[in-house]
T-cell receptor
Framework: ETGVTQTPRHLVMGMTNKKSLKCEQHLGHNAMYWYKQSAKKPLELMFVYNFKEQTENNSVPSRFSPECPNSSHLFLHLHTLQPEDSALYLC????????????FGPGTRLLVL | AQSVSQHNHHVILSEAASLELGCNYSYGGTVNLFWYVQYPGQHLQLLLKYFSGDPLVKGIKGFEAEFIKSKFSFNLRKPSVQWSDTAEYFCAVSAGGSYIPTFGRGTSLIVHP
């Protein structure tokens, strides 16, 4: 247990559905991240938030929409996804952007049909 | 932009064998270096990190890594592996003004009892 939780752990959705992934960290960290982990590919950074402000959007398609209402919570809103978006979505947090040790959640396994 | 190469994608060892996993990066300036591990069904967690100082870094569970600046390398080692070391190992590097780590593709290690 790293202090970073993610829900749901598994999600199956159709291409016309709208769903949201939730991440919560109990570590008092200021920075939070979304990553995509696909088979046989490096971990891909998607978004970075620092003190609730988005500091990085790594050319992510607009069908992925992040939201960070406070430093402890991070959401990833999904709509009109494609089958190639099926992957493990990982949330991570760090104390701040200078201290780069990241603490990862267990991930949400997403399958888009 | 920096890149991270992990040349060994799959490694299979017997218990008590020695382990060395390669990690090379492409940035010539100051770097911060990380090894993360993902055990089957578990979240990514930090194994060890190098920010500065002694280039030989000791981490958890008997792992160590050596930063060789002239070779742009940060190889992970363990003198005697155990079955419980079966996992996916990821090298990550952050460099220069980019505070976000770039991850390698990962190395899958299987240790036979």
């Amino acid at each position: 247990e790293t202090g970073v939780t993610q829900t749901p752990r598994h999600l199956v959705m159709g291409m016309t559905n709208k769903k949201s992934l939730k991440c919560e960290q109990h570590l008092g960290h200021n920075a939070m991240y979304w990553y995509k982990q696909s088979a046989k590919k490096p971990l891909e950074l998607m978004f970075v938030y620092n003190f609730k402000e988005q500091t990085e959007n790594n050319s992510v398609p607009s069908r992925f929409s992040p939201e960070c209402p406070n430093s402890s919570h991070l959401f990833l809103h999904l709509h009109t996804l494609q089958p190639e978006d099926s992957a493990l979505y990982l949330c991570a947090s760090s104390q701040d952007l200078v201290d780069e040790t990241q603490y990862f959640g267990p991930g949400t396994r997403l399958l888009v049909l | 932009a920096q890149s991270v190469s992990q040349h060994n994608h799959h490694v299979i060892l017997s218990e008590a064998a020695s382990l060395e996993l390669g990690c090379n990066y492409s940035y010539g300036g100051t770097v911060n270096l990380f090894w993360y591990v993902q055990y089957p069904g578990q979240h990514l967690q930090l194994l060890l990190k190098y920010f500065s100082g002694d280039p030989l870094v000791k981490g958890i569970k008997g792992f160590e890594a050596e930063f060789i600046k002239s070779k742009f390398s940060f190889n992970l080692r363990k003198p005697s592996v155990q079955w419980s070391d079966t996992a996916e190992y990821f090298c990550a590097v952050s460099a220069g003004g980019s505070y976000i780590p770039t991850f390698g593709r990962g190395t899958s290690l299987i240790v036979h009892p």
